[in-house]
């Protein structure tokens, strides 16, 4: 398995074109920082949300007619998020940035932020985050949720001050947080999805970390990939969506390992990778003279 992910990293890093390294996050790779996932036995939905299906509590259609209930979640998520840190996965997505630079893109479906606090720049939240929130009625600009706002305990109600500061300055209407719900679509502004799938395009590998392909933009971006020339590297603890969606495929490895593993490996790789083709330069300079 090590050889054919050198030789698909090697190809990838050669190319004058379709040469992108992107990798494509879920919620599997926070996991280790104490962030629970959303759907398993001791998953996020069944903690915080007085156990609604996820399709029914995470949807505008729900927050429309419950949104004290739904902001005391959100609130009760951001107290979540900011007790916990970036973990090694985060830190080794960090340094295989550093040494592809311009040629590596993150695109993720977490809104914890930890990517953000772990240093990562170049990264597309296609599901928002939680920094931010908006008119639910469309007023304005995307702004920061104020900092006045502090995260929650799940029991613990808002306070006037918090209703206050979560009401549209322009129309009044309940600010909403900046996220997609289930009864949502994906757009640029918000989600980034234009800009997704054309990094998608011109990528010539996708590491696939850390999610199932629950929804659709996560497996368009996969099939863009496939369409134009890509190899899609599926790096998940068990099969998943994207593994059905590659299994026929020439295109693809499929890597059974905890995320912190696989990134090791593979940035071990592109180290090896590029320190072999600044070698080839060197000599090839010499011989010039």
């Not at 550093?98 to 993150?106: A, G, K, P, T, W």
């Not at 990517?115 to 990264?123: C, E, V, Y």
């Not at 929130?133 to 469309?138: A, E, H």
């Amino acid at each position: 398995m090590k050889e054919q992910l050198e030789e698909i990293i090697k190809q990838a890093y050669t190319k004058t074109n379709k040469n992108i390294f992107t990798f494509l996050t879920g919620a599997g790779i926070s996991s280790e920082s104490g962030i629970p996932t959303y759907r398993g036995v001791d998953g996020i939905w069944v903690k915080g949300t007085k156990f609604h299906k996820p399709e029914e509590f995470g949807t505008f259609n729900y927050f429309s007619e419950n949104p004290e209930e739904v902001w005391q979640y959100s609130l009760f998520r951001k107290k979540m998020f900011e007790s916990v840190k970036p973990n090694e996965s985060h830190h080794e997505l960090v340094e295989i940035e550093n040494m592809l630079q311009d040629r590596f893109h993150l695109i993720t479906q977490n809104i914890d932020n930890l990517h953000r606090n772990a240093g990562t720049k170049r990264i597309y939240e296609i599901h928002g985050n939680n920094r931010e929130i908006k008119c639910s009625k469309g007023c304005k600009e995307i702004i920061r949720l104020p900092d006045e706002i502090e995260g929650k305990n799940i029991d613990e109600d808002l306070t006037k001050k918090d209703i206050e500061l979560l009401k549209c300055k322009e129309c009044g209407s309940w600010m909403r947080p900046n996220i997609l719900w289930f009864d949502e679509y994906y757009d640029e502004k918000t989600n980034k999805k234009f800009s997704s799938l054309k990094i998608a395009k011109n990528s010539g590998i996708l590491f696939i970390i850390g999610t199932s392909g629950a929804t659709n933009l996560p497996i368009a971006i996969a099939q863009s990939t496939l369409k134009y020339g890509g190899t899609i590297v599926d790096i998940n603890t068990e099969d998943n969506q994207f593994t059905k969606l590659i299994q026929d495929k020439k295109n693809k490895l499929i890597i059974r390992s905890t995320s912190t593993e696989a990134l090791q490996m593979i940035k071990e790789i592109i180290k090896n990778v590029s320190e072999n083709d600044s070698e080839k330069i060197k000599s090839a300079d010499n011989s010039l003279i």
